[in-house]
């Protein structure tokens, strides 16, 4: 049987996406931390090309709050959707429809839905089940003593439930006929497998299979962390599974037939749709995977291409394969000997001293991310027997004594936030704030795909308020106090930069693709070394000599390989910039960048010059630069190009940061002229802006315009249908909280 392979990348989602249902072959269903309910549909493909037409995609159900369950009401054709606005709504496929009717009755976090025979099961966080037919409650079911984040219908008065408490119960109508033990964490996703059996996952890593009597008939382990997820593929008897490591897993026979890498932290949700066996999974990168057998449902070889760069680009934690002595690691030579079985994994040194870790499919050894460290500190802090990068005091209470919070650094945020709030029993209102206070503390590790940013809004900064060291109970104290003040965010006056650069893999590949140059255009492995040293070390020992060595060695990367390959000539660009200190290297380098043809076609170069671009704003060297006519309008007129393109997010984030730092500089100098010229491509931008972190940026960005000494300027704004495009942007990003304080914001300035 052929493995799976990736046959279509659904992007729409701009937050995890944490439920599917794959009920049809034509149709896709998610939910996501964005608090949408969105539908993906596409036409018949042939036979040569079942997805031969593109999946369109449509918000069904926009909820005022998160949403983390779906359920497939297959006699109806209806959809259920539940999250943390404790209610069940239940919709029809399609744009934004009204819901059919609502389902009221859980008084905490509805995180479990399933379907059958005319019942809808819920579980809640609330520690019940609750049974509904004809739309009414008909159970509640009692029992467990902490949340209930999994169930199961398997008949109209037989159901299972599995919870937070570490067991499974069996019901019969409301009474509890079993209780199976042996998962030593949380319960966290059931399946039914075929008519005597059923499965469980749970955060202890493991999977179990069960009769119906409540006997354990097989402990499956191959994860190595939370398993989050279960769907059954009745054509081939495999059970596929999604966690906390990365993977999407398939079984078969008690044994793992195929691991999928997946380039996100957490696999949330799978789905497998019955009459053609393709999986879905759901990640916390706001994308929807679809997988198949079948050849002809396949990607693109370039899309298969770009999805397995994903996977090799991520970071892999050091916890995840223990401690790494890097001296007794094997070189690459290691990959010429077969693994021993499917999923095995192993770690070999590069030349450049880095960690890269593969695994084995079956046919070939596939990379699957580099290792790095733990970031929190030098040292591993031990908690409850385990180690971590992080261990945070939280205070909650006057006088009482802290509760620790642990975080690895290559978790979810909001998992930990998830794992701290049920230990210590605290309200589901303080989840979003302690997944952004731990995404405010760390910088987490994330290499190739994710956006390297270092800067003072870290991935949440709100301007205005304390740092991330604010208690709990300070917050509840200031939010009661009648002298509370929000002071204004604007206007900004505070550069942003994007430092962050994963050297060796800049260098291994600047080597790969030189390998393949004459002699007139090739690097030497002098010059690699050199430039590797130059780029590995920090901004404070960077020379300016330094960094003109660097820029001319990128000149000549931009100069004479083809555009596809100029990538790392302007990443170097961008790393050294801040340490030139000779006003022709910085103009040579914008003549080039600019001059030569075809550079800003291949949408990573574009994306990596609008972050050279941003670097600029380090110095006054650079500022001056910017601020000569030529220079900016070229700088603009490339901003305005990627407007309305369908960017990816990377460029999306760093688009917005180069506006930003715009709007700085035009407040600094009182700049009337170039706040003309950018807040037009502000207003343009914000009309299609997805990420919610450019978003953020852009509109801070507009508003810090609209703070400049000028009547005009507000005049422009409106003339520009500014307070119609704000009111937009607050619906599209219904879930942002800051997003939509700064929207507010703005519109008293357009008043």
């Given at each position: 049987?052929?493995?799976?392979?990736?046959?279509?990348?659904?992007?729409?989602?701009?937050?995890?996406?944490?439920?599917?249902?794959?009920?049809?072959?034509?149709?896709?269903?998610?939910?996501?931390r964005d608090c949408t309910l969105r539908t993906w549909k596409h036409l018949p493909g042939s036979a040569d090309s079942p997805y031969g037409v593109e999946w369109v995609s449509e918000v069904t159900y926009q909820s005022p709050n998160y949403l983390n369950s779906i359920a497939w009401m297959d006699d109806t054709g209806l959809i259920a959707s539940a999250g943390l606005a404790q209610s069940i709504t239940v919709s029809s496929p399609g744009a934004n429809q009204v819901p059919e009717y609502v389902l009221n009755g859980h008084d905490s976090n509805v995180c479990a839905l399933d379907y059958n025979s005319g019942v809808l099961l819920s579980g809640s966080w609330d520690k019940t089940a609750r049974v509904w037919a004809n739309r009414q409650c008909k159970y509640?079911?009692?029992?467990?003593?902490?949340?209930?984040?999994?169930?199961?219908?398997?008949?109209?008065?037989?159901?299972?439930?599995?919870?937070?408490?570490?067991?499974?119960?069996?019901?019969?109508?409301?009474?509890?006929?079993?209780?199976?033990?042996?998962?030593?964490?949380?319960?966290?996703?059931?399946?039914?497998?075929?008519?005597?059996?059923?499965?469980?996952?749970?955060?202890?890593?493991?999977?179990?299979?069960?009769?119906?009597?409540?006997?354990?008939?097989?402990?499956?382990?191959?994860?190595?962390?939370?398993?989050?997820?279960?769907?059954?593929?009745?054509?081939?008897?495999?059970?596929?599974?999604?966690?906390?490591?990365?993977?999407?897993?398939?079984?078969?026979?008690?044994?793992?037939?195929?691991?999928?890498?997946?380039?996100?932290?957490?696999?949330?949700?799978?789905?497998?749709?019955?009459?053609?066996?393709?999986?879905?999974?759901?990640?916390?990168?706001?994308?929807?995977?679809?997988?198949?057998?079948?050849?002809?449902?396949?990607?693109?070889?370039?899309?298969?291409?770009?999805?397995?760069?994903?996977?090799?680009?991520?970071?892999?934690?050091?916890?995840?394969?223990?401690?790494?002595?890097?001296?007794?690691?094997?070189?690459?030579?290691?990959?010429?000997?077969?693994?021993?079985?499917?999923?095995?994994?192993?770690?070999?040194?590069?030349?450049?001293?880095?960690?890269?870790?593969?695994?084995?499919?079956?046919?070939?050894?596939?990379?699957?991310?580099?290792?790095?460290?733990?970031?929190?500190?030098?040292?591993?802090?031990?908690?409850?027997?385990?180690?971590?990068?992080?261990?945070?005091?939280?205070?909650?209470?006057?006088?009482?004594?802290?509760?620790?919070?642990?975080?690895?650094?290559?978790?979810?945020?909001?998992?930990?936030?998830?794992?701290?709030?049920?230990?210590?029993?605290?309200?589901?209102?303080?989840?979003?704030?302690?997944?952004?206070?731990?995404?405010?503390?760390?910088?987490?590790?994330?290499?190739?795909?994710?956006?390297?940013?270092?800067?003072?809004?870290?991935?949440r900064y709100i301007p205005g308020q304390q740092n991330s060291s604010t208690t709990y109970s300070q917050r509840e104290a200031a939010a009661s106090s009648p002298k509370r003040v929000r002071f204004s965010l604007f206007p900004q006056k505070t550069f942003l930069y994007i430092k962050k650069a994963n050297v060796p893999m800049l260098m291994k590949k600047t080597e790969e693709f030189s390998a393949t140059k004459d002699p007139s255009a090739s690097i030497s492995s002098a010059e690699l070394s050199e430039a590797s040293e130059l780029l590995a070390a920090s901004e404070s020992s960077l020379s300016a000599d330094s960094a003109k060595k660097a820029a001319a060695l990128a000149l000549k990367i931009i100069r004479h390989w083809p555009a596809a390959e100029k990538?790392?000539?302007?990443?170097?660009?961008?790393?050294?910039?801040?340490?030139?200190?000779?006003?022709?290297?910085?103009?040579?380098?914008?003549?080039?960048?600019?001059?030569?043809?075809?550079?800003?076609?291949?949408?990573?170069?574009?994306?990596?010059?609008?972050?050279?671009?941003?670097?600029?704003?380090?110095?006054?060297?650079?500022?001056?630069?910017?601020?000569?006519?030529?220079?900016?309008?070229?700088?603009?007129?490339?901003?305005?190009?990627?407007?309305?393109?369908?960017?990816?997010?990377?460029?999306?984030?760093?688009?917005?940061?180069?506006?930003?730092?715009?709007?700085?500089?035009?407040?600094?100098?009182?700049?009337?002229?170039?706040?003309?010229?950018?807040?037009?491509?502000?207003?343009?931008?914000?009309?299609?802006?997805?990420?919610?972190?450019?978003?953020?940026?852009?509109?801070?960005?507009?508003?810090?315009?609209?703070?400049?000494?000028?009547?005009?300027?507000?005049?422009?704004?409106?003339?520009?249908?500014?307070?119609?495009?704000?009111?937009?942007?607050?619906?599209?990003?219904?879930?942002?909280?800051?997003?939509?304080?700064?929207?507010?914001?703005?519109?008293?300035?357009?008043?």
């Amino acid at each position: 049987m052929p493995d799976f392979k990736l046959a279509r990348t659904l992007e729409g989602h701009r937050g995890d996406v944490r439920g599917l249902i794959f009920p049809t072959p034509e149709l896709i269903a998610s939910v996501s931390r964005d608090c949408t309910l969105r539908t993906w549909k596409h036409l018949p493909g042939s036979a040569d090309s079942p997805y031969g037409v593109e999946w369109v995609s449509e918000v069904t159900y926009q909820s005022p709050n998160y949403l983390n369950s779906i359920a497939w009401m297959d006699d109806t054709g209806l959809i259920a959707s539940a999250g943390l606005a404790q209610s069940i709504t239940v919709s029809s496929p399609g744009a934004n429809q009204v819901p059919e009717y609502v389902l009221n009755g859980h008084d905490s976090n509805v995180c479990a839905l399933d379907y059958n025979s005319g019942v809808l099961l819920s579980g809640s966080w609330d520690k019940t089940a609750r049974v509904w037919a004809n739309r009414q409650c008909k159970y509640i079911l009692r029992g467990h003593e902490q949340a209930v984040w999994a169930v199961l219908v398997l008949a109209p008065d037989q159901y299972i439930t599995g919870s937070a408490d570490k067991t499974i119960r069996l019901w019969s109508g409301s009474k509890v006929t079993g209780v199976c033990t042996g998962h030593s964490d949380v319960v966290r996703s059931i399946c039914r497998i075929g008519e005597d059996r059923f499965a469980s996952c749970s955060n202890d890593g493991s999977v179990r299979i069960w009769n119906f009597s409540g006997s354990c008939l097989a402990e499956l382990y191959g994860h190595s962390s939370f398993v989050y997820s279960l769907a059954y593929s009745p054509a081939t008897d495999e059970v596929i599974s999604s966690g906390e490591d990365r993977s999407v897993r398939v079984w078969k026979d008690g044994e793992c037939v195929q691991t999928i890498m997946l380039p996100c932290t957490s696999v949330w949700t799978v789905a497998v749709n019955s009459q053609n066996g393709d999986i879905a999974a759901g990640g916390s990168d706001g994308t929807v995977r679809v997988f198949s057998r079948n050849a002809k449902s396949w990607a693109t070889k370039e899309e298969i291409a770009k999805f397995d760069e994903q996977v090799a680009g991520y970071a892999i934690s050091a916890n995840e394969v223990g401690n790494i002595n890097k001296e007794k690691l094997p070189s690459h030579e290691a990959l010429e000997v077969p693994g021993t079985k499917i999923g095995q994994v192993i770690m070999v040194k590069t030349a450049y001293a880095s960690v890269d870790a593969y695994q084995w499919t079956g046919e070939k050894w596939a990379k699957i991310g580099e290792v790095v460290s733990g970031v929190g500190s030098q040292q591993k802090q031990i908690y409850d027997g385990q180690e971590y990068d992080y261990v945070f005091d939280v205070d909650i209470q006057e006088g009482a004594p802290p509760l620790k919070l642990p975080y690895n650094a290559t978790e979810n945020p909001y998992t930990a936030a998830q794992r701290f709030l049920e230990k210590n029993e605290l309200p589901l209102s303080y989840l979003d704030e302690t997944a952004k206070f731990i995404e405010k503390n760390t910088g987490g590790v994330q290499l190739g795909t994710q956006t390297p940013l270092e800067d003072p809004y870290g991935s949440r900064y709100i301007p205005g308020q304390q740092n991330s060291s604010t208690t709990y109970s300070q917050r509840e104290a200031a939010a009661s106090s009648p002298k509370r003040v929000r002071f204004s965010l604007f206007p900004q006056k505070t550069f942003l930069y994007i430092k962050k650069a994963n050297v060796p893999m800049l260098m291994k590949k600047t080597e790969e693709f030189s390998a393949t140059k004459d002699p007139s255009a090739s690097i030497s492995s002098a010059e690699l070394s050199e430039a590797s040293e130059l780029l590995a070390a920090s901004e404070s020992s960077l020379s300016a000599d330094s960094a003109k060595k660097a820029a001319a060695l990128a000149l000549k990367i931009i100069r004479h390989w083809p555009a596809a390959e100029k990538l790392g000539g302007i990443d170097i660009l961008r790393i050294v910039v801040g340490g030139l200190d000779a006003a022709e290297t910085v103009s040579e380098i914008l003549s080039v960048i600019f001059d030569t043809p075809g550079i800003f076609d291949v949408p990573n170069n574009a994306m990596m010059a609008t972050r050279f671009f941003v670097n600029l704003f380090q110095t006054e060297l650079g500022k001056s630069i910017i601020q000569q006519a030529d220079s900016r309008e070229k700088i603009l007129d490339q901003a305005r190009a990627l407007v309305g393109h369908g960017i990816s997010k990377l460029t999306e984030v760093a688009l917005a940061t180069l506006l930003l730092n715009f709007s700085v500089l035009v407040v600094l100098d009182n700049d009337v002229e170039t706040a003309f010229s950018v807040i037009g491509i502000m207003t343009e931008y914000l009309s299609v802006v997805k990420d919610p972190e450019a978003a953020y940026r852009l509109i801070v960005a507009f508003g810090t315009v609209l703070s400049i000494s000028s009547p005009e300027i507000i005049e422009a704004g409106k003339s520009l249908d500014g307070s119609k495009i704000v009111h937009d942007l607050k619906e599209t990003f219904v879930a942002e909280k800051r997003i939509q304080t700064a929207s507010d914001d703005v519109l008293q300035l357009l008043k």
